[in-house]
């Protein structure tokens, strides 16, 4: 009973903490321009003002995991937002930019910011750099011990292209855009529905953000296009937004080779149509990481991450949404050696 008061006790401060430090989601306002595409998206539900997953999805689920105890909310909180068992320190192989290779290549920057310099051109995907924690509470989320080595001299000075794939704390890493926006040149931004506002009220121009909804698709230049597809995830950033924005994932056409840039996305039936679709995709980032049965609809295990890639009939599966943030109970590193177990099972 003691402990349990005060999970409670604690759940409330941090809540309290979480909204005083927590503004934008209620504060920044819609762009008067996206009001009416949010409207009459198709995936957008007037009557409950929020969006909707294709599939039918449970966020959180009430069960009891396994042989341990049923969690309540409030240790959820604790656990999650404090991290007390995160590890020691995780290994990180760092590099400069100065040195990369004249070639196409992936930088990956851990969870799921990467960096694809590809024809020359620098595409970025939900980048945060310099130890910036995945929470608007700067002690909470924050990355493991020598996770954080990368800084804004990690990423090229032109960014052709910066995809963000939703609005929530671990993918839009506000301290980080506010940097690129006042240091870098970003010629392109493509963001899900409702996300652009954040971006322009970070100091990027509005004229550079296209905000997309599934099944759009975005001319770069001769060589780049991007596709907008549906994942099966939601949003927020606050506790009053809810799926006010949408989440998405994106195909990423250069020359004929495509890419998929997964986002946050439970498996569903979305990735063998988009698999159909495409025929094959060259490449796919796909989150492996910080899954639970609690949340099993929105979220993959290492198990689905494959199946996803067999889905999309992609060469070449690049997991990620792992070794950065604990947002899940796993070990840091158990996601990938579990993937990495079932691919030598089923080669
Ligand atoms: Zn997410
Ligand atoms: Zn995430």
């Given amino acids: 009973?003691?402990?349990?008061?005060?999970?409670?006790?604690?759940?409330?401060?941090?809540?309290?903490?979480?909204?005083?430090?927590?503004?934008?989601?209620?504060?920044?306002?819609?762009?008067?321009?996206?009001?009416?595409?949010?409207?009459?998206?198709?995936?957008?539900?007037?009557?409950?003002?929020?969006?909707?997953?294709?599939?039918?999805?449970?966020?959180?689920?009430?069960?009891?995991?396994?042989?341990?105890?049923?969690?309540?909310?409030?240790?959820?909180?604790?656990?999650?937002?404090?991290?007390?068992?995160?590890?020691?320190?995780?290994?990180?192989?760092?590099?400069?930019?100065?040195?990369?290779?004249?070639?196409?290549?992936?930088?990956?920057?851990?969870?799921?910011?990467?960096?694809?310099?590809?024809?020359?051109?620098?595409?970025?995907?939900?980048?945060?750099?310099?130890?910036?924690?995945?929470?608007?509470?700067?002690?909470?989320?924050?990355?493991?011990?020598?996770?954080?080595?990368?800084?804004?001299?990690?990423?090229?000075?032109?960014?052709?292209?910066?995809?963000?794939?939703?609005?929530?704390?671990?993918?839009?890493?506000?301290?980080?855009?506010?940097?690129?926006?006042?240091?870098?040149?970003?010629?392109?931004?493509?963001?899900?529905?409702?996300?652009?506002?954040?971006?322009k009220h970070y100091g990027f121009s509005q004229d550079i953000i296209h905000q997309t909804d599934w099944g759009d698709s975005t001319k770069i230049d001769d060589i780049f296009s991007v596709d907008t597809h549906t994942a099966r995830h939601f949003s927020g950033r606050g506790m009053f937004n809810k799926n006010k924005s949408l989440w998405a994932s994106y195909v990423l056409h250069y020359g004929d080779k495509k890419i998929f840039i997964g986002g946050d996305s439970g498996y569903g039936k979305h990735f063998q149509q988009i698999g159909e679709q495409y025929g094959k995709m060259d490449w796919a980032f796909l989150e492996n990481g910080q899954y639970d049965a609690g949340w099993r609809e929105i979220h993959a295990f290492p198990e689905q991450t494959l199946s996803a890639a067999l889905d999309l009939k992609t060469a070449v599966l690049f997991p990620v949404h792992n070794s950065k943030y604990k947002i899940s109970y796993h070990a840091w590193d158990t996601p990938m050696k579990d993937l990495w177990a079932i691919h030598q099972k089923n080669p």
Avoid at 33 to 52: E, L, Y
Wanted: aromatic residues 10%; positive net charge.
């Fill in 1 to 199: 009973m003691k402990k349990k008061a005060m999970y409670f006790l604690l759940c409330v401060l941090l809540i309290a903490l979480y909204l005083l430090c927590e503004t934008e989601g209620w504060l920044v306002r819609e762009l008067p321009d996206t009001q009416d595409k949010i409207a009459h998206s198709p995936n957008f539900d007037r009557a409950t003002g929020r969006f909707k997953n294709i599939e039918a999805t449970t966020e959180l689920f009430s069960i009891e995991n396994g042989d341990k105890e049923k969690r309540s909310t409030a240790r959820i909180m604790y656990e999650l937002f404090l991290n007390p068992d995160k590890p020691k320190s995780v290994p990180v192989v760092s590099g400069s930019l100065k040195t990369a290779p004249d070639t196409d290549f992936v930088l990956w920057y851990g969870h799921s910011s990467y960096l694809l310099h590809l024809g020359g051109k620098n595409i970025l995907i939900d980048p945060l750099l310099d130890n910036e924690a995945a929470s608007p509470v700067p002690f909470i989320n924050t990355p493991f011990k020598g996770t954080g080595v990368f800084s804004l001299d990690d990423i090229p000075q032109t960014i052709d292209l910066l995809l963000i794939t939703h609005d929530h704390y671990d993918h839009l890493g506000k301290k980080t855009l506010k940097k690129i926006a006042k240091n870098k040149s970003v010629r392109h931004i493509i963001t899900p529905l409702g996300v652009g506002k954040y971006l």
